[in-house]
């Protein structure tokens, strides 16, 4: 496939947030810490030289344990042993990216997100050859809105899996999604694609697994040969490297207070992505996850009997912090105390929260990391390729306005504004002559003859717009060639990105289709890309 890059604000889908971040505004960079640079690295490796050795050590012990359910040859586990040893030297750091538990990995940019971070991480070792960097995908387990995960699209179909489960989604069991994969099935073309696709989906979503095991099976599966590690944070072991931060936010609300700050001051130019609440942990047990207040002096999770006093809710995180979940602010703070990381890849959405949290960071004493945007990709194939260029568009034109591009392709045949210009010349002389007329006669009648012409030169107008929706009715061709267009690519209006599942896109462009998109990251060089189907 050949790559094509565009500005990111040639495509008019991002925020002015993003394309600020992009062209590093000093404004808004203040917000950040060291930027998505070479040198931003440099100084980002030497804030995290210290990282504790402890903590390394329980991460690869955890690490190890949680990979234990997948079923690896006796060479695969002691590769995959023996790479995770890596994170135990002080030497090897790791760059991460993450994302919700979506059905069959969700939208195309999780995938797109994987492999920036692999990409990144490959780019850092020839930079950096002294030192190691490990890729990582966070697994966003203890999240809990189903119905954000629980469906995917395929080729403009929706399958939906269903469940009434309010735990954690990683704590989810799988065992009744055999039927989506088989109505899935049906959608495939026949192939050795589909064939393989569909076995790997099925030894991933076995029923003996939860969402969070199904998922890393599938990830590995597809991505653990390029050396990425993936991690759960809904572990026991892992959490109790949180205790002291928990313990300040219960007791001092100190996230509330300094991203309420924070987004006081983003606010004045940007549109805050997420607002901080008094306690930002949920409680995790018994099948439910629900938002820990303070009522009364009294600690609560929230529709639950789990009431607390200070010291109470205090024994509980000391004894069982695996039954504390940190929500979306708190969980980057975890991920970055538990992990010797330099950088984050995000989309949009997640670039735009990462900017509230910086002082946050600091009031918790742990280092903030390099946030990078994600790279996004366009997938056109050969026959979508011919329809655009036969209608004479640029890609980021086809971006545009339905209505306005119809109206385009009207003029590429015929330019009806021009061809009605004579005849707009022609009244306006007219009534030029007729108010000399009136000027000899009686110039009070000038009023009235001007608002003639202007009623005149409206139903002339009016003629030019049905000249042009009856040209757009003859044009069925053009019409059905841009809808097919903007069908496939900007489906909704949206990215294909945000709403397309990669499985189809093997279908239709191969397995190679990795490679092609691997090879095409620069992941420090932000652009758009465009993959056409050569």
Known sequence: MQANRIPYADTGKFSGLVLDYIAQEPTL??????????????????????????????????????????????????????HIDTLKNKNTFTVTTGHQ???????????????????LAKDLRQQFPEDHFVPVFWMATEDHDFAEVNHVHINDKKLVWETTSRDGVGRI???????????????????????????????????????????RTLIHTWFGHYGLIIVDGDDAELKKAMIPAFTKEITQNTAFKTVTETSKK????????????????????????????????????????????????????????????????????????????????????????????????????????????????????????????????TIPQLFGNTHSLENEIVKHHRDFAKEMAPFKNRVEALFAEIEQLTDEIDESLNKNVRAQEKKTQNRVTQIEKK?????????????????????????????????????WQLTQFGPNLWDDLYKAIDPLAFDFIVLTEE
Request: proline letters at 4%; hydrophobic letters at 40%.
């Open 173 to 215: 069991s799988v065992e009744n999604i055999a039927d989506v994969i088989a109505e899935l099935q049906k959608l495939l073309p026949a192939s050795t694609t589909s064939d393989k696709i569909l076995a790997d989906l099925k030894a991933a979503y076995n029923k003996k697994n939860n969402l969070a095991q199904a998922t």
């Open 29 to 82: 960079c203040s917000f950040f810490k060291n930027l998505p640079t070479t040198n931003g690295f440099v100084l980002q490796r030497k804030e995290r030289a210290n990282f504790s050795p402890s903590l390394r050590a329980v991460l690869v012990q955890q690490l190890k344990q949680q990979y234990t359910h997948l079923k690896l040859k006796a060479e695969e586990l002691t590769q995959l042993d023996e």
């Open 266 to 393: 983003l606010n004045e130019k940007y549109k805050v992505q997420v607002t901080a609440r008094e306690i930002n942990l949920f409680y995790l047990r018994d099948g439910f996850r629900s938002r820990i207040v303070n009522q009364d002096g009294n600690y609560q999770a929230i529709d639950t009997n789990f009431v607390w006093t200070k010291d109470e809710i205090l024994t509980e995180l000391e004894n069982h912090p695996e039954r504390f979940s940190p929500n979306v602010l708190l969980r980057p703070l975890y991920q970055e105390t538990i992990l010797p990381n330099l950088g984050y890849i995000g989309g949009g959405g997640e670039i735009a929260y990462w900017a509230q949290l910086k002082d946050m960071f600091t009031a918790f004493d742990v280092p903030f990391p390099i946030v990078l945007l994600r790279q996004s990709f366009l997938l056109e194939s050969k026959s979508l390729a011919r329809k655009r260029e036969k209608l004479g568009f």
């Open 467 to 503: 000249l042009i929706r009856a040209a757009k009715r003859k044009d069925h061709e053009g019409f059905s060639q841009l809808e097919a267009w903007q069908t496939a690519l900007v489906p909704n209006g949206g990215l294909q990105e945000r709403y397309d599942n990669i499985v």
């Open 101 to 119: 538990l979506c059905l069959f990995t969700g939208p195309l940019y999780t995938i797109y997100k994987i492999l920036h971070v692999i990409r």
